[in-house]
């Protein structure tokens, strides 16, 4: 599902927060979300999953105009992983995975067969198989943020939209998430604060400073160190590490 951001503004408080941002985000492509902190990421990424209504612009999935569609039709079309997403504490992992299933279930009816395995196939794809019945409460931060990532892929959405989803992983789970984001054939919006890994695992970057777009391309492209100077506030050196990838060394 291609997803066609265009003139969009969203205002609060009184200011306006993102400022008439357009962009392109080519089906199946893998695309980040970087800037500072307050910078319009997750507003921005709220507008893009229906979550919040643009004062000025369109959010278009496939061509067609979001404004207005009820929560489970975009639901059926993207699924949207919070940065910090909290959940009825009285919940097992299992049964916060199955809420993915919502947006496709008859209200009154119990999960189904091909529910069920969808379900147990996004359980293990994070590693979530043996905590399955573990109540929400008991789980660490780590474990918390893989259940709602499984919830999301529960949901087998044409697009996953993802607010920091590796804050609260390890190493090793952020690899493996960020390595599943690249690989998958879903359109994949995802805000990044790590530079490195945002431009070893997505196709295109979109740079956001003061909630206006200040760069969309290709990392290489969008990440110099002129940029990362004005808009972080950082010196970098860049270069290219043994294995091709962009390496980022800050001053
Ligand atoms: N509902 C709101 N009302 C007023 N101001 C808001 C509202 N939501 C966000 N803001 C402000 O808009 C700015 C952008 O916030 P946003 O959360 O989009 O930034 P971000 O780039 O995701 O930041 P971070 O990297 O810290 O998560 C911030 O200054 C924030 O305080």
Redo the contacts with the bound molecule.
């Keep these: 599902m291609r997803i066609s951001i265009e003139g969009l503004d969203w205002a609060?408080?009184g200011?306006t927060?993102?400022r008439d941002v357009t962009a392109e985000i080519p089906a199946g492509a893998t695309v980040g979300l970087i800037?500072?902190?307050?910078?319009?990421?997750?507003?921005?990424?709220?507008c893009v999953a229906g979550l919040r209504t643009p004062s000025r612009g369109t959010v278009r999935y496939d061509g067609d105009d979001i404004r207005g569609w009820s929560a489970r039709r975009v639901a059926r079309q993207a699924a949207f992983v919070e940065?910090t997403a909290d959940t009825h504490s009285e919940l097992r992992i299992a049964d916060i995975v199955a809420l993915g299933r919502t947006p496709f279930r008859d209200r009154w009816r119990g999960l189904g067969g091909t529910d069920r395995a969808v379900i147990d196939a996004a359980l293990a794809r994070m590693e979530l198989t043996d905590l399955a019945d573990r109540q929400w409460r008991t789980l660490s931060g780590g474990e918390r943020q893989r259940a709602h990532i499984a919830r999301a892929l529960a949901q087998q959405p044409w697009a996953l939209l993802l607010?920091?989803p590796t804050n609260h992983l390890d190493v090793r789970h952020q690899l493996d998430l960020l390595r599943l984001l690249a690989d998958t054939d879903q359109t994949v919006l995802v805000?990044l604060?790590d530079l490195p890994l945002a431009a070893r695992f997505c196709d295109r970057l979109l740079m956001?400073h003061h909630?206006s777009l200040v760069a969309a391309g290709p990392p290489e492209q969008v990440l110099t160190a002129d940029r990362i100077r004005d808009v972080f506030e950082v010196d970098a050196e860049l270069g290219r590490d043994s294995t091709g990838s962009l390496s980022l060394t800050y001053r």
Excluded: F, T
Aim: hydrophobic share 30%; glycine share 20%.
């Design positions: 609060a408080g200011r927060i993102v800037g500072p902190n307050g910078s319009g990421k997750s507003s921005l990424l709220r940065q607010d920091e805000v604060h956001l909630g």
